[in-house]
Nanobody, 123 residues
Framework: QEQLVESGGGLVQAGGSLRLSCAAS????????MGWFRQAPGKEREFVGT????????YYVDSVKGRFTISRDNAKNTVYLQMNSLKPEDTAVYYC????????????????WGQGTQVTVSS
Protein backbone atom coordinates (compact mmCIF):
# COMPACT_ATOMS: atom_id res chain seq x y z
CA GLN A 1 0.00 0.00 0.00
CA GLU A 2 1.37 3.36 -1.06
CA GLN A 3 1.79 6.03 1.62
CA LEU A 4 2.11 9.66 0.55
CA VAL A 5 3.42 12.62 2.53
CA GLU A 6 3.27 16.17 1.15
CA SER A 7 5.54 19.00 2.23
CA GLY A 8 6.57 22.46 1.12
CA GLY A 9 3.40 24.41 1.71
CA GLY A 10 3.35 27.79 3.39
CA LEU A 11 2.48 31.45 3.11
CA VAL A 12 3.66 33.38 0.06
CA GLN A 13 2.84 36.73 -1.51
CA ALA A 14 1.07 36.94 -4.82
CA GLY A 15 3.53 36.51 -7.65
CA GLY A 16 5.79 34.31 -5.56
CA SER A 17 6.72 30.66 -5.91
CA LEU A 18 6.56 27.46 -3.90
CA ARG A 19 7.62 23.90 -4.60
CA LEU A 20 5.60 21.13 -3.08
CA SER A 21 6.99 17.66 -2.64
CA CYS A 22 5.20 14.37 -2.20
CA ALA A 23 7.26 11.48 -0.85
CA ALA A 24 5.94 7.98 -1.45
CA SER A 25 6.68 4.77 0.39
CA UNK A 26 5.34 1.26 0.68
CA UNK A 27 4.69 0.56 -2.97
CA UNK A 28 6.29 0.54 -6.39
CA UNK A 29 6.31 4.27 -6.98
CA UNK A 30 7.62 4.05 -10.52
CA UNK A 31 4.48 2.16 -11.58
CA UNK A 32 2.05 4.80 -10.33
CA UNK A 33 0.66 7.77 -12.15
CA MET A 34 0.59 10.73 -9.77
CA GLY A 35 -1.81 13.61 -9.44
CA TRP A 36 -2.03 16.89 -7.58
CA PHE A 37 -5.36 18.19 -6.36
CA ARG A 38 -6.40 21.12 -4.20
CA GLN A 39 -9.29 22.03 -2.00
CA ALA A 40 -10.21 25.54 -0.92
CA PRO A 41 -12.53 26.20 2.03
CA GLY A 42 -16.14 25.49 1.11
CA LYS A 43 -15.22 24.06 -2.27
CA GLU A 44 -14.85 20.60 -3.71
CA ARG A 45 -11.45 19.07 -4.25
CA GLU A 46 -10.31 19.96 -7.75
CA PHE A 47 -7.75 18.60 -10.16
CA VAL A 48 -4.52 20.57 -10.61
CA GLY A 49 -2.26 18.33 -12.69
CA THR A 50 -1.07 14.81 -13.28
CA UNK A 51 2.02 13.00 -14.49
CA UNK A 52 2.46 9.58 -16.01
CA UNK A 53 4.50 6.91 -14.28
CA UNK A 54 7.44 7.56 -16.62
CA UNK A 55 7.22 11.33 -16.28
CA UNK A 56 6.89 11.67 -20.03
CA UNK A 57 3.33 12.94 -19.99
CA UNK A 58 1.77 15.72 -17.94
CA TYR A 59 -1.63 17.38 -18.01
CA TYR A 60 -2.90 20.45 -16.16
CA VAL A 61 -6.09 22.27 -15.44
CA ASP A 62 -6.32 25.41 -17.57
CA SER A 63 -6.08 27.77 -14.60
CA VAL A 64 -2.51 26.68 -13.79
CA LYS A 65 -1.09 26.02 -17.25
CA GLY A 66 2.10 27.96 -17.77
CA ARG A 67 2.48 28.60 -14.03
CA PHE A 68 2.65 25.13 -12.45
CA THR A 69 4.91 22.25 -13.39
CA ILE A 70 4.77 18.67 -12.20
CA SER A 71 7.86 16.49 -12.22
CA ARG A 72 8.95 13.28 -10.58
CA ASP A 73 12.11 11.53 -9.51
CA ASN A 74 11.45 7.81 -9.44
CA ALA A 75 14.84 7.13 -7.84
CA LYS A 76 13.74 9.25 -4.88
CA ASN A 77 10.09 8.12 -4.89
CA THR A 78 9.06 11.75 -5.01
CA VAL A 79 6.79 13.90 -7.15
CA TYR A 80 6.99 17.68 -7.21
CA LEU A 81 4.68 20.56 -7.94
CA GLN A 82 6.53 23.75 -8.84
CA MET A 83 4.16 26.69 -8.51
CA ASN A 84 5.14 30.06 -9.95
CA SER A 85 3.29 33.35 -10.32
CA LEU A 86 1.00 32.37 -7.50
CA LYS A 87 -2.34 34.07 -7.12
CA PRO A 88 -4.64 34.44 -4.11
CA GLU A 89 -7.09 32.08 -5.79
CA ASP A 90 -4.44 29.34 -5.59
CA THR A 91 -4.92 29.30 -1.82
CA ALA A 92 -5.96 25.78 -0.81
CA VAL A 93 -4.86 22.56 0.79
CA TYR A 94 -2.86 20.68 -1.83
CA TYR A 95 -2.98 16.90 -2.01
CA CYS A 96 -0.97 14.40 -3.96
CA UNK A 97 -2.50 11.13 -5.06
CA UNK A 98 -1.39 7.92 -6.74
CA UNK A 99 -3.09 5.46 -9.04
CA UNK A 100 -1.94 2.15 -10.48
CA UNK A 101 -2.89 2.99 -14.02
CA UNK A 102 -2.82 5.63 -16.69
CA UNK A 103 -2.76 9.24 -15.49
CA UNK A 104 -6.13 10.84 -14.87
CA UNK A 105 -7.76 14.16 -14.03
CA UNK A 106 -10.53 12.57 -11.95
CA UNK A 107 -10.09 12.35 -8.19
CA UNK A 108 -12.28 9.24 -8.22
CA UNK A 109 -9.62 7.33 -10.17
CA UNK A 110 -6.93 7.62 -7.52
CA UNK A 111 -6.17 4.87 -5.04
CA UNK A 112 -3.98 6.61 -2.47
CA TRP A 113 -3.91 10.10 -1.00
CA GLY A 114 -1.67 12.17 1.17
CA GLN A 115 -2.92 14.28 4.06
CA GLY A 116 -2.33 17.57 2.30
CA THR A 117 -0.26 20.68 2.77
CA GLN A 118 -1.63 24.21 3.13
CA VAL A 119 -0.74 26.86 0.57
CA THR A 120 -1.79 30.42 1.32
CA VAL A 121 -1.20 33.24 -1.15
CA SER A 122 -1.62 36.74 0.17
CA SER A 123 -2.55 39.67 -2.04
Amino acid sequence: QEQLVESGGGLVQAGGSLRLSCAASGGTFSRYAMGWFRQAPGKEREFVGTISWSGRYTYYVDSVKGRFTISRDNAKNTVYLQMNSLKPEDTAVYYCAARRDYYSDSRHDYDYWGQGTQVTVSS
